[in-house]
């Protein structure tokens, strides 16, 4: 591994990863960074650099010299946040609102570091499928990118993905087989009653009251409804209704989020949201109008991908330095359509001691580069060794 982490690291790729920190753009929009990236897989000499899939997505083909053999996918996204950074760094966003708080400046330095040196090492058979993904911070980029034909265009057999997490020390990982980060959907809920004067409730349906006990009664589908060891969290994260102290409204707003580490327990979340919310305000003599959003899907890492991912990191930081049965999270991530698509596995990588993703002081920690590069690297040459 030495090789690897000497020969083809830290200036340049640092010098990589500060430029894109210093130029975020947004999810599909990330035309000038979609460029940097395709300029960059040209120079290396990748075998085809194609750009514009998924709007603006880019993938580099690097044919390995040992022979015929599968593809493999390896993808970093692309997107920055809509966050004011405040990090201090010399290297800081030069556009004021948008920074890349979640490392994802991070993770393309190092994808380009690893296809610089498989480029020109090619020690591998079969093929190796360098993949950039616009808007995976909301705008499903990976979805798009299948959609437009990634997986079978290039023949991609597996897919593995990579992010950054901060409080893990610098250079461990943590993985874990089956859910690693949780479905993200959106839901939004009208309750709609007959506003009048406050004075005289009798005379009105009270949208508020039919709300509130909505709020309660969502709670009773993680606390009555779901076994106590599965993972479902339903938040109610805003209420609007009313302008004033003496009028009842007409209506009143409640949106939240639906989270869930199994795809059956997605289902029956979403159709208990709605049937719940809809007898309850039926109770109160009101009515609902819900929209239930389907988001990002249950980000679930295949076993045997996962072994192997798990035993590459093992070989550069050693068995303590993994954590392969990490508890998963309930963030989401777009990785999941890919592994949806494909077998594959994503892993975490720690970022030391720096503040956490999306907050404005947040900043890719650099000393993880060499283990990401060597992760890479290492993962395709075991995985596509004679
Ligand atoms: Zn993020
Ligand atoms: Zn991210």
Redesign the pocket.
């Known amino acids: 591994m030495s090789i690897v982490l000497n020969s083809y690291m830290q200036s340049d790729v640092v010098e990589w990863r500060r430029h894109l920190h210093q130029h975020p753009e947004l999810l599909y929009d990330v035309h000038k960074t979609a460029s940097f990236l395709a300029e960059k897989l040209v120079a290396f000499g990748c075998d085809t650099v194609d750009t514009g899939i998924g709007q603006s997505g880019v993938v580099g083909i690097i044919k390995g010299r040992l022979g015929a053999g599968p593809v493999i996918g390896l993808r970093s996204d692309m997107d920055a ?1 809509p966050i004011l950074e405040n990090s201090g760094k010399p290297w800081t966003s030069k556009v004021s609102g948008r920074a890349h708080s ?1 490392g994802h400046d991070g993770h393309m330095a190092m994808l380009l570091g690893a296809a610089r040196c498989l480029a020109k090492t090619r020690n591998f058979r079969g093929a190796v499928a360098i993949i950039f993904q616009p808007a995976e ?1 909301g705008g499903g980029g990976a979805l798009a990118m299948i959609n437009d034909g990634l997986m079978d265009r290039f023949k991609i057999e597996h897919i593995f993905g990579m992010h950054n997490e901060p409080h893990i020390p610098i250079g461990q990982f943590a993985i874990k087989k089956g859910a690693m980060l949780a479905s993200a959907d959106t839901f939004e809920i009208t309750v709609n009653g007959r506003g009048g004067h406050a004075g005289q409730p009798h005379l009105s349906v009270d949208p508020v009251i039919a709300a509130a006990h909505i709020v309660i009664g969502l709670q009773s589908i993680v606390s009555r409804e779901t076994d106590p060891l599965q993972a479902v969290v339903i938040t109610v994260a805003s209420i609007h209704g009313g302008d004033t102290h003496n009028v009842i409204p007409n209506a009143v707003t409640l949106s939240g989020t639906v989270r869930t580490l199994r795809s059956d327990l997605r289902d029956f979340a979403e159709r208990r949201v709605r049937d719940l919310a809809s007898s309850v305000a039926a109770a109160h003599g009101a009515t609902v109008e819900i929209s239930h959003n389907r988001g990002y899907p249950v980000t679930f890492n295949h076993d045997v991908q996962t072994d192997l991912a798990a035993a590459v990191a093992q070989s550069i930081v050693g068995s303590q330095g993994v954590n392969s049965d990490v508890h998963p999270r309930m963030a989401a991530e777009d990785f999941s359509f890919m592994l949806e698509a494909r077998p594959g596995s994503m892993i975490i990588i720690g970022n030391g001691e720096t503040p956490g ?2 907050n404005p002081a947040y900043d890719f920690n650099d000393d993880a580069i060499p283990f990401g590069v060597g992760y890479w690297v290492t993962l395709i040459q075991t995985a596509l060794a004679v």
Do not use: G, I, R
Request: with cysteine.
């Open positions: 946040l979640c911070e993703l999306h």
